[in-house]
């Protein structure tokens, strides 16, 4: 028996850790044992709770109740918790996801104990280092001792900086949830009915990343842009807790016009909205792709992407945050005609339990 300490604390986080638990739950339970930690991150019940419910996530032995303040203080405080939680716990790995300040934390607690790190997402880049996510992804990476890539992109970037041992492609964990949730979230959700939305007659769009948030340059453009686009069609926009602050405290909420906005939805409730959409229009890494998934075509409010295999297949585009490059992009908006497999065969999660379970030490 081999213990596992996973550690997540933001939205995307849980979803991906929803894969990797149901194939330790399902298929290695007498094998593995695992242990959740949360951070505390993300902790309002539409950011948090839901997943946890709605995805069968384990309930965490550790709730860390850490989250706001500065990158520095946030990502500190963390560090010292965990640190306390790995004493106690002593696991066999240390499993950590994606690329926030919960992923950075777990990361160099447990390095600096020895204790080795498994990270899930490994070797994705934006090369802006001006982007929270580029350090904490690049940093994870460089203590991680099973690096579990979800592309061949990320395996070359970190080929490039001299990267080789411990590195796996075993495809996207993101893909296996999206083949595990596409038919159910068709059964279950009742979204498009109770915001009133036509099956394919609608936009989504989402904004939380702090470049474009923390911009007000950038923001505006978005907001502008999307105004723009939902008075020649619906859109909805669940606003993420972060845009939602900053849009009230400036009086900006009512830029938007008749654009549709709505509070974080539930897991299935998105997936429901991105499968019947028209077009995303985002700046999440996890909704790019899901985009993909579901074959709707996505315009990215970002000036670059670590998912390029969806702008290299023609269904992504990168439109920065110009109002006049979004909406003209969405006027000229069409759908390819190929669309291929490009995050692996929805087997992701088992690799990994498979590898954590070959690499112990
Ligand atoms: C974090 C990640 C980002 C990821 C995103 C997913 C970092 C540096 N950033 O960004 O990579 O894409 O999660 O959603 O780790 N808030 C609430 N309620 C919540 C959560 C947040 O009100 O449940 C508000 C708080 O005011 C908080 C702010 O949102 O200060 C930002 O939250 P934070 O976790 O710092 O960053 P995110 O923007 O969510
Ligand atoms: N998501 C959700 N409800 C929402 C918005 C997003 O369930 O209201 C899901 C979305 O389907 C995707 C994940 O959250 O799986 C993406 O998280 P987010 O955009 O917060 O972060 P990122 O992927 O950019 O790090």
């Not at 520095?72 to 696991?91: A, Y």
């Amino acid at each position: 028996m081999i213990k596992v300490l996973t550690i997540v604390g933001a939205r995307p986080q849980f979803i991906k850790a929803a894969a990797v638990s149901r194939v330790i739950r399902d298929s290695f339970a007498g094998k593995i044992e695992e242990v959740l930690v949360h951070t505390g991150q993300h902790y309002d019940e539409n950011m948090s709770q839901v997943f946890f419910d709605e995805l069968d996530i384990p309930h965490p032995r550790y709730n860390l109740e850490i989250s706001g303040g500065r990158h520095g203080e946030m990502t500190g405080r963390m560090l010292e918790s965990i640190e306390k939680v790995l004493l106690d716990e002593n696991p066999d790995w240390v499993l950590i996801y994606g690329d926030t300040n919960s992923t950075l934390a777990g990361a160099l607690a447990a390095a600096k104990l020895h204790m080795p790190v498994a990270h899930v997402e490994a070797g994705l880049r934006s090369f802006n280092m001006r982007m929270p996510e580029e350090i904490n992804r690049i940093l994870a990476d460089r203590v991680s001792n099973l690096l579990f890539c979800p592309t061949e992109t990320a395996v070359k970037n970190l080929a490039a900086e001299g990267v080789a041992k411990g590195v796996f492609n075993v495809g996207d964990v993101m893909y296996d949830v999206s083949l595990f949730y596409r038919e159910l979230a068709r059964e279950r959700s009742n979204v498009l009915r109770d915001f009133k939305l036509d099956e394919g007659g609608y936009v989504l769009a989402t904004c939380h990343r702090a470049e474009n948030t923390d911009d007000p340059v950038r923001l505006l453009a978005i907001v502008d842009a999307l105004a723009a686009i939902a008075r020649s069609m619906p859109v909805v926009f669940p606003l993420h807790p972060r845009t939602r602050k900053l849009l009230t405290e400036d009086g900006h909420l009512d830029r938007l016009g008749i654009v549709k906005l709505i509070d974080p939805v539930s897991f299935i409730d998105m997936v429901r909205l991105e499968q019947s959409a028209q077009a995303i229009v985002t700046d999440s890494g996890g909704v790019q792709k899901e985009a993909y998934f579901y074959g709707v075509p996505c315009l990215t409010t970002r000036d670059e992407t670590e998912w390029v295999e969806t702008v290299n297949s023609g269904w992504n585009k990168l439109v920065g945050a110009d109002a006049g490059r979004i909406t003209h992009a969405f006027v000229e908006l069409r759908r390819p005609e190929s669309h291929h497999p490009l995050y692996g065969d929805g087997r992701a999660a088992e690799r990994i339990v498979q590898l954590l379970l070959e690499h112990r030490s």
